[in-house]
């Protein structure tokens, strides 16, 4: 039975740690909808009420784009061993580039990933459980190395290209503020 609450209970925020993937649905006024899937040591419950992630260089930059226009965000998060549960988390967020002021006080809370690109922080204003009785149970194998991998063979100087080339735009042409507020 799904249940809604205004903050995370000690008992979500275990739960969440618990997870290895979560995903992340954003979207302005008439873009497409864009969900990403996060895995990594990403993310941090700063409180009740308060969660930020740190995104890495991607193939795209969509979330990035979206936020800036429309600040809303979902992360939901699914048991996928264990008792069955379906955690949606909604709320208002806002993106943090390398440029802002608060990127030197939360960049220091992640371990470091190469191609670390923005930090989201989303202010909850809904929490939501489900079932989750229809997700199939799987086991963790591990993280995948590739796209830290690439990212350290690009190099800092080959990342801040890739931003430039691959990372200014969404697929419906919108700009992430990506090169004005990370690159010198």
Same mark, same amino acid.
């Given at each position: ?13 275990q ?5 290895? $993937?979560?995903?992340? =649905? #954003? %979207? ?10 996060? @895995?990594?040591?990403? +993310? ?42 379906? $955690?949606?988390?909604? =709320? #208002? %967020? ?10 030197? @006080?939360?960049?220091? +809370? ?14 909850i ?8 009785m ?51």
């Open positions: 039975m799904g249940q809604r609450f205004h903050s995370l209970s000690d008992r979500l925020i739960f969440i740690y618990e997870q290895h $993937l979560f995903f992340v =649905g #954003t %979207a302005t006024e008439d873009s497409r909808v864009n969900i990403s899937p996060k @895995g990594m040591d990403s +993310l941090r419950v700063m409180n009740d009420r308060r969660i930020i992630w740190l995104n890495v260089t991607g193939s795209g930059n969509e979330t990035a784009a979206h936020v800036q226009q429309n600040p809303r965000m979902t992360l939901m998060f699914a048991s996928f061993k264990g008792k069955p549960m379906i $955690l949606r988390i909604y =709320g #208002t %967020a806002r993106v943090i580039h390398q440029k802002d002021p608060d990127w030197q @006080g939360l960049f220091p +809370l992640f371990d470091p990933l190469p191609g670390a690109r923005q930090i989201f922080d989303l202010n204003d809904l929490v939501q459980t489900s079932c989750g229809a997700v199939p149970l799987f086991d963790f194998a591990g993280e995948r190395e590739q796209l830290n991998n690439w990212a350290e063979k690009q190099g800092e100087v080959g990342i801040r290209e890739y931003w430039r080339r691959s990372n200014q735009k969404t697929i419906d042409g919108i700009d992430t503020g990506i090169v004005e507020k990370n690159l010198d």
